[in-house]
């Protein structure tokens, strides 16, 4: 069963989410969560195990961007 996660960006202008596979290679299972690995632009909600969970928080916690384009989560 896949796992999701919610990568919300405050880097730019408004924040915006986007949602992606845990194995990501972006993603990293939520690595960027991880206090060794702080992520000043923005930080990771998860994991969610249903794509359409993800996308709803997503669209809670920011401005719902898509899926990554590199996972492809569907
Ligand atoms: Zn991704």
């Given at each position: 069963m896949a796992t999701y996660y919610v990568y919300v960006n405050w880097r730019t202008r408004g924040y915006r989410a986007?949602?992606?596979f845990a194995h990501c290679a972006f993603c990293n299972a939520g690595a960027g969560i991880?206090?060794?690995a702080t992520n000043r632009s923005g930080w990771w909600c998860?994991?969610?195990a249903t794509l359409e969970k993800a996308?709803?928080?997503a669209?809670?916690?920011a401005?719902?961007?898509g899926v990554c384009?590199?996972?492809k989560p569907a």
């Amino acid at each position: 069963m896949a796992t999701y996660y919610v990568y919300v960006n405050w880097r730019t202008r408004g924040y915006r989410a986007r949602v992606h596979f845990a194995h990501c290679a972006f993603c990293n299972a939520g690595a960027g969560i991880h206090p060794r690995a702080t992520n000043r632009s923005g930080w990771w909600c998860g994991p969610f195990a249903t794509l359409e969970k993800a996308t709803t928080a997503a669209q809670q916690l920011a401005r719902y961007r898509g899926v990554c384009k590199r996972c492809k989560p569907a």
